[in-house]
């Protein structure tokens, strides 16, 4: 009876290397592939698991197997943001540019008990709510956005080969 070799699992985008001459041992991952200008594809998203720092050879694997799916993920969230800031930025334009409103049919309220002013309150203002809205965007994303900016180099430091 033959021997059955066991299943590995799927590693789809994830690499072994293990080179003795620079002890390089570990995983490299690549996600989201590019053609380049030459015609040959490139990785979008790299990144190195090395089994000494990560601890041995399963956690570096494991690690990197947590990298892959994370990455995936942020893919998506960052479709539903770029989605929600486009639908944000449309609502905008299209209150702006909606118009003065048109004069609806009366409708037939009740006597109140107090009388009411008929001068718009601060809140029933739109330029006050574009203000906050502004004003909460820039709170959200203006650090976040100036510190990645600020970034020497963004990834992993390059390397000197000599």
Same mark, same amino acid.
């Given at each position: 009876?033959?021997?059955?070799?066991?299943?590995v699992?799927s590693?789809? &985008?994830?690499?072994?290397?293990?080179?003795?001459? *620079?002890?390089?041992?570990g995983?490299?991952?690549?996600? &989201?592939?590019?053609?380049? =200008? #030459?015609?040959? $594809? %490139?990785p =979008?998203?790299?990144?190195?698991?090395? #089994?000494?720092?990560? %601890?041995?050879? =399963?956690? /570096?694997?494991?690690?990197? !197997? /947590?990298?892959? @799916?994370? +990455?995936?993920?942020? /893919?998506?969230? %960052?479709?539903?943001?770029?989605?929600?800031a &486009?639908?944000f930025?449309?609502?905008?334009?299209? +209150?702006?540019?909606? %118009?003065?409103?048109?004069?609806?049919?009366?409708?037939?309220?009740?006597?109140p008990? !107090?009388? *009411?002013? *008929? =001068?718009?309150?601060?809140? #029933?203002?739109?330029?006050?709510?574009?203000?906050? /809205?502004?004003?909460?965007?820039?709170?959200? $994303?203006?650090?976040?956005?100036w510190?990645?900016?600020?970034?020497?180099?963004? @990834?992993?430091?390059?390397?000197?080969?000599?």
């Amino acid at each position: 009876m033959p021997k059955s070799r066991p299943r590995v699992r799927s590693r789809r &985008g994830i690499s072994r290397i293990d080179q003795d001459s *620079t002890r390089t041992h570990g995983f490299f991952v690549r996600v &989201g592939w590019y053609r380049r =200008r #030459d015609g040959s $594809y %490139g990785p =979008r998203h790299r990144a190195f698991f090395g #089994d000494v720092s990560h %601890g041995g050879k =399963r956690k /570096a694997l494991r690690a990197a !197997e /947590a990298w892959r @799916g994370l +990455t995936g993920v942020s /893919a998506v969230g %960052g479709l539903f943001l770029f989605t929600s800031a &486009g639908f944000f930025i449309l609502v905008m334009l299209g +209150t702006g540019l909606a %118009g003065k409103k048109r004069d609806a049919e009366p409708i037939e309220w009740a006597e109140p008990l !107090e009388p *009411t002013s *008929t =001068r718009a309150t601060l809140l #029933d203002r739109y330029g006050l709510w574009t203000v906050v /809205a502004v004003l909460l965007v820039l709170i959200a $994303y203006a650090y976040p956005l100036w510190s990645h900016l600020q970034m020497r180099r963004f @990834g992993s430091p390059g390397f000197t080969p000599f």
